[in-house]
């Protein structure tokens, strides 16, 4: 089994819609969780910071569920530059800040 | 404030070849991160420096490759040889140390090897 796991996509969905995107991971003593997004080509960039049990910034919501080992991210009334991929990533074992980054799921929203 | 900082942007390469990458890490950052992105095995961690030191190395694939940081401001990912399967994009990023910060990822090379 993967360490983390994503749905690969891709996600085509209109303008406006509602979004979301599930990660599991499968080291349970994983504490801080984090949602990057890549666009095509690019870097990856940090999205969201998940902690606790789950973080809002506009419109987007991420939530997580440590009993089933679930992070979930959130897009709600979806942009054309919404479109990319969305990497999720626990901070693994070790001591340190190392990201343990799951395969993406692309999203694509189109007009 | 730039970025993270790496070169060349794009590589092509022969098999057998050696390869230079080279990053700058933002002023202040003491942890550096070297990643490899290939589609079937996505975004990987190879090496983690921290203060300058090798920390972690084991996803460094095998002796082929190596990695230095001879001072706060410079690193470096060197193949040799190189062969074909070593094609994908290498990230370096870099983060402050204490707690968990952003790691922020450089542009990118992306590396082909024919």
């Known amino acids: 089994r993967k360490e983390v796991e994503q749905d690969p996509g891709p996600f085509n969905v209109p303008e406006g819609a509602t979004v979301a995107f599930n990660c599991t991971y499968s080291?349970?003593?994983?504490?801080?969780f984090f949602w990057y997004r890549q666009d095509c080509r690019k870097e990856p960039k940090l999205l969201m910071s998940?902690?606790?049990s789950g973080n809002e910034d506009g419109r987007f919501t991420a939530q997580l569920n440590r009993a089933s080992q679930y992070i979930s991210l959130l897009i709600r009334d979806s942009k054309l530059s919404d479109s990319a991929t969305y990497l999720c990533?626990?901070?693994?074992?070790?001591?340190?800040?190392?990201?343990?980054f799951g395969a993406g799921t692309r999203l694509a929203v189109h007009p | 404030d730039a970025g993270v900082i790496q070169s060349p942007r794009h590589e092509v390469t022969e098999m057998g070849q050696e390869v230079t990458l080279r990053c700058k890490p933002i002023?202040?950052?003491?942890?550096l991160f070297w990643y490899r992105q290939t589609m079937m095995r996505g975004l990987e961690l190879l090496i983690y420096f921290n203060n300058n030191v090798p920390i972690d190395d084991s996803g460094m694939p095998e002796d082929r490759f190596s990695a230095k940081m001879p001072n706060a401001s410079f690193s470096t990912l060197k193949i040799q040889p190189s062969e074909p399967r070593d094609s994908a994009v290498y990230f370096c990023a870099s983060q402050t140390s204490g707690g968990y910060n952003e790691q922020f990822f450089g542009p990118g090379t992306r590396l082909t090897v024919l």
């Open positions: 080291n349970s003593a994983s504490q801080s």
């Open positions: 990533a626990p901070l693994g074992p070790g001591g340190y800040n190392k990201l343990i």
């Open positions: 998940v902690y606790s």
């Open positions: 002023s202040g950052h003491n942890s």
